[in-house]
């Protein structure tokens, strides 16, 4: 939880320029109730396999992406480990899919650059819901915060009790996190989506298995599990053909 922690305090001293735009990305909850599908992640770093990819247009990418059949697109924001930015969510925006903006979220501020940046979604990760570590006292005031903004929330969640309190809440989307990052080593376990999903069943809201798929037969093991979407970054990251690499992953849901 020391990384965790480190990074959500980061996020609450860091300074930034909102980055308006005049566009606004569609739902990624109403496109995952249409149809489950892969949210290709835009993540040029991370902290435990350091520089990745260099994306020098994030339109660009987020469009082949698109085209490639990601069912929407993942921008991260959080600079010092996983070298994201404003721009690059902002750019994403304008590609005309679904969005989600990825970071340690415990600020209103960031919910504004998200908002600004016409992002469809902002990640909150339930264990930063709290005084501790956000400007929130609870879940369902930081919620609350992303819905007055306009904002979808997918909730991540890590074990079968957190799973079940964002049950209880009002999140748009729940996404079970296979890399612990209560975990300062930061494991990665596929079966912990699917496990959680045998035990305590889909929601009425879709459910996203987040992290460490990297072939079609992963994102296949998540959807027959009950999972509506799974969010795919360092597999495309360090493809030769990132657009490739995520047809393929399409290909394996029909």
Do not use: C
Not at 68 to 89: C, V, W
Not at 236 to 242: E, G
């Amino acid at each position: 939880m020391r990384l965790l922690a480190e990074l959500a305090k980061s996020a609450r001293q860091r300074e930034f320029d909102l980055i308006p735009t005049p566009v606004k990305a569609p739902s990624l909850a109403k496109a995952l109730r249409e149809k489950p599908g892969v949210i290709a992640e835009l993540k040029p770093a991370s902290p435990t396999q350091g520089e990745m990819r260099l994306i020098g247009n994030g339109e660009e990418m987020a469009r082949l992406f698109l085209a490639a059949g990601a069912i929407g697109i993942s921008a991260l924001t959080e600079p010092e480990k996983f070298g994201g930015s404003p721009s690059l969510l902002a750019t994403a925006v304008r590609a005309g899919g679904p969005v989600l903006m990825k970071d340690f979220v415990v600020t209103d501020r960031q919910l504004a650059l998200a908002q600004q940046a016409g992002a469809s979604a902002v990640l909150l990760i339930l264990p930063l819901l709290n005084e501790e570590h956000s400007e929130w006292a609870s879940p369902e005031q930081a919620i609350a915060a992303a819905h007055a903004r306009g904002l979808e929330v997918l909730l991540e969640v890590y074990d079968d009790e957190e799973y079940l309190l964002a049950s209880l809440l009002e999140a748009d989307m729940v996404g079970i996190n296979n890399r612990d990052l209560r975990d300062d080593a930061l494991p990665v376990d596929l079966e912990r989506a699917i496990g959680v999903l045998g035990r305590m069943g889909a929601l009425d809201v879709p459910v996203l298995s987040l992290s460490g798929a990297e072939t079609p037969d992963d994102v296949r093991a998540a959807i027959r599990a009950g999972a509506r979407g799974v969010l795919v970054g360092s597999a495309l990251m360090r493809a030769d053909d990132p657009a490739a690499a995520m047809k393929r992953l399409a290909e394996g849901l029909t």
